[in-house]
């Protein structure tokens, strides 16, 4: 018998548009933000099936990811990636560990910056 097998996918650089910051200017005018997620579970089955319900859909995990991004106001991008990670595990009991970068572009560091990125990693027990 094969031992189970460990799997992962991911979605890279989904963008939303929020009001996160430590900065009350932050909170009025916004920010651009970009998520990367890593699902890590074993999706043998569904694959041998080409079985949707034996691995995560993705849209659903979209739509978790835009709505803690863009339905709350956090201070820290750490708690934005710590709220994702565990609402997934919650969400989602296939899934056994997930990664989760939240990334804001432009941040407000009195220089020039691409982007601020907190990562997150959760496994689930």
Known sequence: MMSPSLSC????NMVFYA??????EEHAVGA?????????FDFSEAAKND???????????Y?????????????LIETVA???????LREFPVVN??????????????GICDYAEASYSASRG
Not at 9 to 12: A, D, H
């Open 9 to 12: 996918v991911r979605l890279i």
């Open 97 to 110: 560990h997930a990664v989760i970068k939240v990334r804001k572009r432009n941040p407000p560091v009195d």
């Open 19 to 24: 009001f996160h910051g430590v900065l009350k």
């Open 32 to 40: 651009k933000y970009e998520v990367d997620a890593e699902l890590y």
């Open 51 to 61: 079985d949707l319900t034996k691995t995560v859909d993705y849209s659903a995990v």
């Open 63 to 75: 739509r978790k990811i835009r709505e803690a991004l863009t339905l709350g106001k956090y201070f």
């Open 82 to 88: 710590y709220e994702i990670a565990i609402d997934l």
